[in-house]
């Protein structure tokens, strides 16, 4: 089921002062998408997602649900939580640890007033869809972390939602685990026709499991996209920023050439993704650290070719990161374990003119 936002505010008080966590957000969820909520603490993901749930009242606006209003203030409707047909998975598990992992499944179903048989019948295909048949009577403690979200995903789903909502539901695991349940998630809700909407501050989680980005900054929503139109080709400075490491430095529009935007910069001149921009404006040059390719000597042919000297060398596992001083700029750079330099070396760097994205404040 699609979503659709219009004009969302929301304020709260806090300490005598006025917080505006919603700052008039329009929003579309495209139906059947794995659509993310991404920002920084404090930036409106979760009151956004609790307006959507119905767990908390806007000041304006109005939220529709596959059509149906389920909120409005100019027209007065408020749809209680209980009846907008959404599943929800929180950051901390909210199952209930005295209750067995059926007992668990079954309460929304039980609360709904369904027969035992039909209750029966929906439990066993939730859990055997989440991998967790055969663990019916256990106790909920009594389980690993991974699999207690996994019971908090059976219980959003086993009332067939068409839209399940998470808050943060990865943040408890720990680093391993977490990408393993991430994997999980992604191939559970593949599956089934279902609209996701999901809140995280984190950058990876967001890549990996998203169909679309929303990134949202002080109650705003910034920009919207897929992983990889965020990640290559952002728009804002705060959003190619956010999304991940950025060389980031002011320059100036040149000239328009042979499909490249020239810009002026403190690495001198370089060619970069056309964007539409008169000459002499100015812009944000931003160069992902992994696009930059430093070597011993000599340039890649299609690349802005750059001279530089290493000012520090950390290895961090698969790759060294680097700080090349590149004219009146430092750099951060990945340097591959194979390439024969060291701190203090001269060494030629190249970036493709794709990889010079210009963006807007
Ligand atoms: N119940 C509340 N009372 C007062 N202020 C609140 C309340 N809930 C949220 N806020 C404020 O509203 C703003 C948005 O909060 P929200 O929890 O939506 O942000 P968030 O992006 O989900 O952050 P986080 O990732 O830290 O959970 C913040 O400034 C927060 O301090």
Redesign the pocket.
Known sequence: MEIRIEGLTKH???EGKK?K??DGVDLIIPANEFFTLL????????????CIVGLETPDEGEIRIGGDIVWSKAKGIAVPPEKRGLGMVFQTYAIWPHMSVFDNVAYPLQIRGLSKDVIREKVAKTLRFVQLEGYERRSATRLSGGQQQRVALARALVGEPKVILFD?PLSNLDAKLREETRKELRSFLGSLEITAVY?T?DRVEALALSDSIAV?RQ?HIVEIGSPQKIYFDAEHQFVADFIGRANLMPARVQAHKHGHTVVESGLGVLRCQPRDLPPGSETTLCIRPEFLHVTRDGHDPDGNPLKGSIQSMEFVGEVYEAEIRVGEQTLLARIDPDVPVREGDTVDLSVAPAHCMLLSA
């Not at 920002?39 to 609790?50: N, Y």
Request: glycine share 18%.
């Open positions: 709260y008080v806090s917080v966590a919603l920002g920084p603490s404090g930036c409106g993901k979760t009151t956004l997602l609790r943060e809140v501050h949202m109650g």
